[in-house]
């Protein structure tokens, strides 16, 4: 009985907060009041209480956006979409001075294959914060084609985004306190398929009174991507994760061939660790750095963004002790290549040199990882025992088996065939390539087992 009556009391205080929180109706279902469009020419209209947008050819995109700009706050709407399409909801954004739009982005994927409907686009500026591919989950949760719940939390730094329920996306990031709320429509750049189609809302509603008492449960199982350079998050702290750079200074990082960190080559800019170009030479300048001590069972992530050609990559198991080299240090290697520029991509074994490969030895499965070239991407390595994963942007994209038969006969027709026990050692220094291209690294994070 005292058990019946506790519940009765929890579930009569749950309804209670939810009754006390306070929405406000964006779209009152009848016509554009409070609302203008900013940028582009595809229209909007009101139709059977939806807001409506029908794509259009061009290269510039269209934004209808709310009178106010928010801070903090609880976004909710229905939507949707025609298959082909691309659309979206902007939030905390701006405009630039040439009056486009730019800043955080709810994607609507008309895209089947894809399926990032929820993932959190960076309109103009930085690209994609948080690609689905760290969330196959997430990729299931949109029906293209029905209407659609979702949901936005930005709450300080916290932003996470819902469809039907689902957590999507969960990021940190530092870039937008405020900004208008705006729904797009995407530019058709002469796709036939997007011309015509249509996005549609509905339920627009947001609650900016204490949002924060309102906030979804957290879900520890969806991958939290924390954009606030060279920090640590609460819950990755929690996890374990520690920082293998300040962004700051070099401490913990020394010269592959020596004691102290190289005296030129390297830079520190912006919050970014960055291996100066020097004409694609091969450790002929500052050279190679490394961890300062060596490891064993890892998950080590390292955000990079290359330049135009360039060649680099992320070393482990390097033991600069017992592999001698003139060139660069001798280990397992996640390739990091400009693919489509650099030379190195068509040599070796079925595209075993190419980006996130295990180089020389085992070739990357890249059909669904979404590399950007000109944008921030992710490296994964993760080491338990004899058992090693390379992922790219949420996606595994190599997976292998050390100290084995097939492993040393993989090692004896690669390059690496003249280094005894190439690959097998319980542990080793983690390493940054200098390679003679500029490439930027920053958020360099590691989890030990």
């Known amino acids: 009985m005292k058990k019946f009556l506790f519940l009765i009391v929890c579930l009569a205080g749950l309804n209670a907060c939810n009754e006390s929180q306070e929405w406000k109706t964006l779209f009152n279902g009848k016509d554009l009041t409070g609302w203008k469009q900013i940028c582009g020419e595809a229209p909007f209209s009101v139709e059977d209480g939806c807001i409506v947008t029908k794509g259009i050819n061009g290269k510039v995109n269209s934004f209808l956006a709310a009178d106010e700009e928010f801070g903090d706050f609880i976004l909710e709407f229905e939507f949707k979409m025609d298959e082909g399409f691309n659309s979206g909801v902007q939030f905390r954004g701006h405009l630039d001075t ?88 995407h530019a058709a750049y002469n796709n036939e398929k997007m011309i015509g189609s249509e996005a ?36 990755q702290r929690k996890e374990g994760w520690k920082l293998l750079w300040d962004g700051k200074t070099t401490a913990g990082w020394r010269s592959a061939k020596g004691d102290t960190f190289p005296e030129k080559g390297w830079h520190i800019e912006d919050g970014m660790l960055v291996v100066e170009g020097s004409n694609g030479a091969e450790s002929s300048n500052g050279g190679d750095i490394v961890t300062g001590r060596m490891y064993k069972n890892f998950w080590l992530s390292v955000d990079f963004q290359i ?42 074994v079925r595209g075993n040199r190419t980006l996130a490969s295990l180089y020389d030895l085992i070739p990357a499965d890249k059909s669904d990882a979404w590399f950007y070239k000109d944008q921030w991407n992710t490296a994964w390595v993760k080491v338990q025992g004899q058992h090693v994963e390379h992922w790219l942007n949420g ?22 065939r003249n280094w005894d026990n190439f690959g097998n050692h319980e542990e080793g220094f983690i390493l940054l390539q200098d390679h003679g291209d500029e490439v930027h690294f920053k958020n360099i994070l590691i989890k030990e087992f």
């Open 200 to 235: 549609r809302w509905r339920n627009i509603r947001i609650c900016t009174v204490h949002p924060e008492k309102y906030l979804l449960p957290e879900d520890g199982e969806v991958y939290q991507y924390n954009w606030i350079s060279n920090t640590l998050s609460e819950r």
């Open 98 to 185: 040439a009056g486009r739009v730019y800043g955080y982005q709810f994607e609507h994927c008309g895209n089947p294959a894809r399926s990032w409907t929820g993932g959190i686009y960076d309109e103009r500026r930085r690209g994609w914060l948080y690609k689905l591919t760290w969330n196959p989950k997430g990729r299931e949760a949109n029906h293209l084609g029905e209407w659609n719940t979702g949901r936005i939390e930005a709450v300080g730094n916290h932003i996470r985004t819902f469809v039907n329920g689902v957590l999507c996306s969960d990021i940190l990031d530092d870039a937008d306190a405020s900004g208008i709320i705006a729904l797009q429509s």
């Open 307 to 348: 330049t135009r050609g360039a060649n680099s990559g992320i070393k482990y198991f390097v033991r600069p002790d017992l592999y001698k080299s003139d060139a660069s240090a001798i280990g397992c290697e996640f390739q990091i290549l400009d693919d489509q520029l650099h030379p190195d991509a068509k040599l070796g």
């Open 395 to 416: 996606v595994k994209v190599v997976e292998y088996e050390r100290n084995t038969q097939e492993w040393n006969a993989l090692v004896a027709y690669s390059k690496y």
